[in-house]
């Protein structure tokens, strides 16, 4: 694939003090705007498309930041990292994900074999990461979309809610799977369950697992949250089909031995951001799975059936990318998106405080 051009996203000096651009995610395009997230802490970023005389974007700058805690509850409170792994957006709704992963502490340079030791021993369980949550999307006065906590809807009030925290986040849901169950209590960059990509389309959320992989198949996990009834600020797993007792689907993708680490929806497609689901830095695809919001059953889909569209540059232990979002180009020239990286090289960090993100055009 080639990578057309860079595009600086520019961040306020609170998000740069908190490392959040150099910690990017996810990412959504929202018309003019992009919703972003860093996995270090629990808010959500929006900036805004510069654009040049050709109406194409040359850039995102006037950062907003949102704190989730002031939207929805957070089960270890405000203060904890959420580790969003994931963003996605339809029907006037911005979805955030959690990781929902474990995680092993890491040796820290210096240390003695004994400390070192221990601290590979300790494994951390983050109760922020184990969210989704659902944010009502309005117009300010700008024209320019905002999250609110309520806002106006055809049938009522739509209100800011959240999935998990009370013995029902999709772990709960997975406690029993017969693929993925054994994994929960491995931390993510051992295999464990690890989430790292969203998508919406209607009423189902499509869920991809960086980790784990099952004898080289990735795993995504279709679930349908709605309102729960007896609390407006809580959502519930509701059937995925005629089975009451089917709260979830998973799909197993044969994508080479490599995991998910985004997904974006595209019409009825779903285009798969790959990588390593262990501490490698690639290879690192997109693919797409055509029709995948068409399916009505568990599928196991072959490499056959999914479309490799190419190959994402990668560094040596940097430019982790993390995060795409379809752009549309004024002049209707072909499909591209935006791509962002976790760990970016030195080369992607800009004078002014802002981190380049690639456009990439697609066959």
Avoid at 42 to 68: F, S
Avoid at 102 to 113: A, C, F, T, V, Y
Avoid at 160 to 187: C, E
Avoid at 314 to 328: F, S, T
Wanted: proline share 7%; aromatic share 4%.
């Amino acid at each position: 694939m080639i990578v057309e051009r860079q595009v600086e996203l520019r961040f306020g000096q609170e998000s740069r003090d908190a490392e959040t651009h150099t910690n990017l995610s996810a990412v959504r395009r929202d018309g003019r705007c992009l919703w972003t997230a860093g996995d270090e802490t629990a808010t959500i970023e929006r900036l805004t498309a510069v654009t040049g005389a050709d109406g194409r974007v040359t850039g995102y700058g006037e950062h907003v930041t949102v704190a989730l805690a002031d939207l929805v509850p957070l089960p270890a409170g405000p203060d904890e990292e959420a580790d969003i792994e994931g963003l996605a957006r339809a029907d006037g709704w911005l979805w955030a994900i959690g990781s929902h992963s474990l995680k092993r502490k890491k040796i820290k340079p210096g240390q003695s074999g004994a400390k070192a030791r221990k601290r590979l021993a300790t494994v951390v369980r983050e109760d922020n990461r184990y969210i989704i949550a659902r944010l009502p999307l309005v117009p300010g006065e700008d024209g320019l979309p905002e999250v609110a906590p309520d806002a106006p809807g055809e049938g009522g009030t739509r209100t800011a809610a959240v999935l998990g925290g009370r013995g029902d986040s999709l772990t709960d849901l997975l406690a029993d799977d017969p693929h993925l169950a054994p994994f929960l209590s491995i931390p993510s960059k051992d295999n464990g369950l690890d989430v790292e990509g969203i998508a919406a389309h209607g009423d189902r959320l499509y869920i991809g697992l960086r980790g784990p992989v099952l004898r080289g198949w990735a795993v995504l996990v279709e679930i349908r949250p709605g309102t729960d009834r007896r609390d407006p600020r809580r959502l519930r797993a509701l059937p995925v089909g005629d089975d009451d007792d089917e709260l979830y689907r998973t799909h197993f993708l044969d994508l080479g031995g490599l995991g998910i680490r985004d997904l974006c929806p595209h019409g009825d497609d779903l285009l798969i951001l790959t990588g390593p689901s262990m501490d490698l830095d690639g290879p690192v695809r997109v693919v797409r799975w055509r029709g995948a919001a068409e399916t009505d059953a568990a599928e196991i889909v072959p490499a056959s059936e999914l479309e490799v569209l190419g190959e994402l540059p990668y560094g040596d232990g940097d430019d982790h990318a993390e995060g795409i979002a379809v752009l549309d180009e004024p002049d209707g020239s072909g499909l591209r998106v935006l791509v962002v990286y976790d760990s970016p090289s030195p080369a992607r960090l800009t004078a002014d405080g802002g981190v380049l993100a690639d456009v990439i055009v697609l066959p």
